[in-house]
């Protein structure tokens, strides 16, 4: 495959739009004192009822209607911007396995946004039995195969990057660290900084690519076979 010229500009801008998804996802992060009480639903389900029923959690939430579509185009646009590179195969890859954690992630959030505020009506009325609707158990396979799927996407972007000259070498790096960082389930700041790293890692790769796209045809055909 070769990269065409009209291309350009929708590399620039999707790696510009994922950027702004890293930062709107911390944003969203500020809206609320601690996320992961959520995921505890049974075991405290006072403290759960109390925060998906804040004025925030629903932004909170809903921002994902937003970072998720950007998040879609970015990932398609950092592969436009590899093909023809050494590794475009594993770019193509990564990005399958990135689109699949995005569509389980907006789910994920639209069950969030209807589903667990009214369990936590049920739950502040009295009915504690409704936490197991909402419990972690529950959606543990669905959080394994989004942050499976997107942790490998973004390892095999990384790869791709490194061995590509297209971008920065440590850009694709900088995202991975950014996202393994929203596993530690310790503080929400831990979170917000995670958001904000990898969103920065995409920004630096838009930026870099301002000044080097449009590939030449000699770029492009560095990487195919002899």
Not at 47 to 53: D, H, Q, S
Not at 201 to 221: K, Q
């Amino acid at each position: 495959m070769q990269l065409k010229a009209n291309y350009t500009w929708f590399v620039r801008i999707g790696l510009i739009l994922i950027g702004a998804a890293g930062f709107i996802f911390a944003i969203g992060d500020s809206l609320i004192p601690q996320e992961f009480a959520m995921f505890s639903s049974t075991e405290d389900p006072q403290g759960f009822a109390e925060l998906v029923t804040m004025d925030g959690f629903r932004l909170w939430a809903m921002r994902g209607y937003i970072g998720a579509p950007l998040e879609t185009i970015g990932t398609i646009a950092l592969f436009f911007g590899l093909i023809g590179s050494p590794k475009e195969t594993l770019a193509f890859w990564g990005m399958l396995l990135a689109l699949l954690g995005d569509l389980v992630g907006t789910g994920m959030f639209m069950i969030m946004t209807y589903v667990f505020p009214d369990v936590g009506h049920l739950i502040l009325e009295g009915n504690t039995a409704a936490a197991s609707v909402a419990s972690l158990e529950g959606f543990m396979p669905v959080m394994g195969i989004l942050f499976l799927a997107t942790t490998v996407a973004l390892i095999f972007f990384a790869i791709a990057i490194w061995q590509s000259d297209r971008f920065p070498r440590w850009s694709g790096i900088v995202v991975v660290v950014g996202f393994l960082a929203l596993l530690i389930q310790t503080s929400y700041v831990v979170q917000i900084l995670g958001n904000v790293v990898w969103g920065t890692g995409y920004l630096w790769m838009a930026v870099y690519s301002w000044n080097r796209l449009p590939f030449t045809e000699s770029d492009i055909h560095a990487a195919d076979p002899v």
